[in-house]
């Protein structure tokens, strides 16, 4: 930011040594302008029945205006509480919600110009850069909490934290996103030029979407638009589903205490994504982790498909193998782990004992395919080839191999097919508790890393 530059006040009142008024005033300015320009942007509208909707605003040269400010360095608190009105209970209150149209985020049935979700105190929507501290201490038992995400820009922020342990007792908080819903084919257009560097002519239906703890993004949009007046080009689903009770539920919830969730736009063809850092620890890249690896033999194989409402998620006579912390009693499993873990899996490069044949067949042609990198270039000491020679060093050439003679680094590379592993994705079935479960249609031997913070 700019340096300080406060108004002088003079020696006394209508001493004549302070600062004119004009002078004063543009002091303000250009501190109130400083602060925006690091702090701020312009808004991006958010009502269809107005001009800019859904893009930032672009002020003239002569506007004295200046955009919104994103909160930054507080987390604002936000109580929630459950009252009478509950927007998401088809059987309370139908006039906000229903299972095929979703959250009624315009409606307005009294007429009074606040949209009638604003009177629920489980509802809560999200402005840009904002950043809250949520308490869910005045909400009942088995209930869900409902926080809308804006209409956003790429690189958009927005954290909420959990800080008072207040996630207890089945409560949940779903978390939603707004869909685009233009007045006209006019207001599209208007959108369309406004926003040419994202190369989009209207938004993509992955606008509403968020990506969840697996990696995979879900629709969660909190009402349905349908394109029935052949304008927006897309048609979006209410992103949620009914459960027991009658209440909405989202693909992504919010589940855990002493929590930051952040969210992150990236573009209007992408979605939302966001990860979790936990609020009692100093830095968010702490991290445990772990090993696990294993043999062929101990895999079990399914005698029966595992299906979710008739479709089949992983097939009859699959094999299956948990991952564990470790072999002996209580070190099997990962204590204290409230979140779902990152893992990847790696596959050894044989799967017989005959490790010679493996060598043959798999080593030496990498070997020979690193050295050919470096013979091919009329110098050994180009970037590619020192590049290579750094990476593989001069051990175990096959025959033919490293005609360009240079010297060895002394570095050994890819010399036992023991210690070869190969990265796969696995279909896996994972809790907030810690446990894992991968399937393969073949056992394999292999190894998995774990990390969560910790």
């Not at 707004?178 to 084919?185: E, M, T, V």
């Not at 110098?379 to 020679?389: C, G, L, Y």
Request: glycine residues 10%; charged residues 20%; aromatic residues 12%.
């Amino acid at each position: 930011m700019g340096t300080r530059d406060l108004i002088n006040l003079g020696l006394s009142p209508d001493s004549g040594t302070g600062d004119s008024a004009r002078k004063g005033g543009a002091k303000i300015n250009d501190l109130i302008a400083d602060v925006y320009q690091n702090f701020g942007d312009n808004p991006v509208g958010t009502d269809n029945t107005q001009p800019y909707y859904g893009y930032r605003r672009n002020f003239g040269e002569f506007e004295y205006r200046v955009g919104e400010l994103h909160g930054t360095g507080k987390f604002q608190r936000v109580g929630f509480r459950t009252t009478g009105i509950d927007s998401d209970n088809q059987g309370a209150g139908t006039r906000f919600f229903d299972s095929e149209t979703g959250f009624k985020i315009f409606a307005d049935s009294d007429g009074d110009g606040i949209p009638d979700l604003y009177l629920d105190s489980e509802m809560y929507f999200l402005s840009r850069g904002e950043q809250i501290d949520v308490d869910l201490s005045g909400v009942e038992s088995v209930r869900r909490v409902n926080l809308v995400l804006p209409l956003a820009e790429i690189g958009d922020v927005i954290r909420i934290r959990e800080s008072r342990e207040s996630i207890s007792n089945g409560k949940e908080i779903n978390v939603w996103t707004s869909p685009y819903k233009f007045a006209d084919s006019d207001q599209r257009v208007e959108w369309s030029q406004a926003t040419s560097g994202n190369g989009l002519t209207y938004p993509n239906s992955n606008h509403t979407k968020i990506r969840d703890y697996n990696g995979s993004f879900q629709n969660c949009s909190a009402k349905k638009v349908v394109d029935s007046e052949g304008f927006l080009d897309y048609n979006i689903n209410f992103g949620g589903t009914i459960v027991s009770g009658g209440y909405a539920s989202s693909p992504v919830k919010l589940r855990t205490n002493s929590t930051i969730y952040e969210f992150v736009y990236c573009g209007h063809d992408i979605g939302w994504v966001f990860n979790t850092s936990d609020v009692r620890l100093s830095s968010s890249t702490v991290t445990t982790t772990y090993q696990d690896s294993w043999d062929s033999e101990q895999w079990h194989q399914l005698s029966s498909a595992l299906t979710v409402d008739g479709s089949t998620e992983v097939a009859n006579g699959y094999y299956v193998l948990p991952i564990t912390k470790g072999t002996s009693g209580s070190q099997r499993d990962f204590e204290s782990v409230t979140k779902l873990m990152n893992f990847k899996i790696y596959k050894r490069s044989y799967q017989t004992d005959n490790t010679a044949a493996v060598t043959t067949e798999f080593l030496d042609v990498i070997r020979t395919q690193l050295y050919n990198a470096i013979d091919n270039e009329s110098d050994s000491e180009t970037a590619k080839a020192v590049r290579f020679k750094t990476v593989w060093g001069s051990q175990g050439a096959a025959a033919g191999s490293n005609t360009a003679g240079y010297s060895g680094d002394g570095y050994t590379g890819f010399a036992d097919v023991d210690d070869m592993y190969k990265e796969i994705t696995v279909t896996n079935i994972v809790d907030d508790s810690g446990n894992i479960l991968i399937f393969s249609e073949k056992p394999f031997i292999g190894s998995a890393v774990i990390q969560y913070l910790g």
